[in-house]
Every structure is written in structure tokens, then in C-alpha cells.
């Protein structure tokens, strides 16, 4: 007979459905640092101990687990490695440790089961069949916000490797619909306050590379591009402008709101 080893214990018991995340989470740790080291310690193999004990024995499931099934395939079809999808997974092996539902998990379950219904994925087929220039638009301009922030990485990524491609319903309402798109697109979108050939100057709230990129007296500059680069910040009059200060040849990028209409100089008498 083959000698167990622990290779073979920690496999066993990771393939055990009923495990809750927090201990599916430590024992994959355990595991990781049995195979770099080729041992544990002491304390680590007593941990190991107690979660192949508690977990010795399949517990008598809670209703509804295996109902979650169908549920699970649709988030990993649609929305993998998602907070949906992990929330799900969680649950159901909640339930087939034996363990009850909160309130406030069934709640959330609730609402998740209302956005992968039969009805929900009709309305994912029309998503796909409506997709235009204008979507395609918004959410380039979100996804380029979000690549300056460091969030939505895995929606950035996939875009970066596919921008032609068609993302799911979710991420476009991720990325989007959320109070920081909202207002970056509202100032890609909207009419220039000063268009292109306008005479301009640097108002109150310019930066000071701005006011460095200025060589003149009254910080005029005339504009030459209008959305000449995605906003980095999400605030109202975050246009981004290109303008050629007056009296310099190098051109700079500065925001709407950092920006007002140049006083025409009063003719002398």
C-alpha cells in the first residue's frame, strides 16, 4: 500500500465541498507553505490537524445547495472569478457543512439569483445584439480613467487585450455606472466650453506646470484640441484641452475647470 502523504491529505482535503472559505482559504495557505518548505511546523501541523477533524466527517447539508448549481455554471459562463460568483460558491458550501443562512446572505442571494434569472439572460442576449459606437465610446473613456486609478484591473486587462471585444453587461455597468464615470463621461461628452481656435486663459485652480508652460503676462493660450486626452480626474469640468500658450511653441494639456474666457484688452482712447 502507497504511503499517504501529505500531498495526498491537504488534496483530500481540499476536494471536500463542504469546507467554508475561511478554512478553504487557510488550508491552501498551509499548503503553499508545505510545498515551498517541504515541511511544517509544529503549530502549523496542529492547524492541520483540527481541519482534518472538523472536517473528517460530512455533515448533514442544508437545504438548498445543490439548487445553487445552475446558478454557479451561469456566474462562471458569464462573470467569472466575480464577487457574485465567489459569494455563491461561499454559500453553498455553507450549506453542505450543515451551516444555516444569515438573514442578511439570503438577502444577497436573493438579489443575485434576480440577476442570472432566465429573464436577466434574455436581457444579456439583447445587450450583445444592441451594442453601438456610442457604448463602445463610453466605456473606452471609463476604461481609460480606471487604468490611471489602479481599480478594475481584470475589465482594463481583458480590454487592453481585446479592445474590439464586446464586454458583459456587468462590467460595462461596473465600470460605467458608478458616481466617479459618471462624472469623467459627463465631461468627455459634453459641449466644449471653448472650442477649438478660442482664446483662453489660466484661471485660479491651474497647476503650476500649467502656469510654467505659459510664457506670457496674462497666461493666454489658444486652444488647439478639445478631448486631447481621457480625464484622470473625476470632477465637473474635466475636459481635457490642448493648448499653445501665446508667445510659446511647446503645447500642454490642462482642465476646463482650470480655464477662462481671455478679457479682450480695452481699446485706448
Known sequence: MPRITYHDRFAALLAKDYISSRDRAFAE????????????TSGRRRCFLQLEERYATRPEPVAGAEELCPLLARLAELDPGSWDERFVTSVRSQLLGGRELSDRQTEILAKIQVKYNDEAMSERDQWFATWNAEKGE???????????????????SA?????????SMEDFKRLTDNKFARKVLAGWFSEPRFPVGSMVALGSGATYAARRACPNKHNLCVVVGVNAAIPSSAAKGCKVYKLLPVGG????????????????PKKKK
Open 138 to 156: 463610453a466605456y473606452r473613456v471609463a476604461v481609460g480613467y480606471y487604468r490611471t486609478t489602479g481599480y478594475f484591473r481584470r475589465q482594463v
Open 159 to 167: 480590454y487592453d487585450q481585446n479592445p474590439e471585444a464586446t464586454p
Open 249 to 264: 511653441a511647446t503645447m500642454f494639456l490642462c482642465e476646463e475647470r482650470q480655464l477662462k474666457r481671455a478679457r479682450t
Open 29 to 40: 495557505s498551509l499548503y503553499t507553505s508545505y510545498k515551498r518548505k517541504r515541511s511544517l
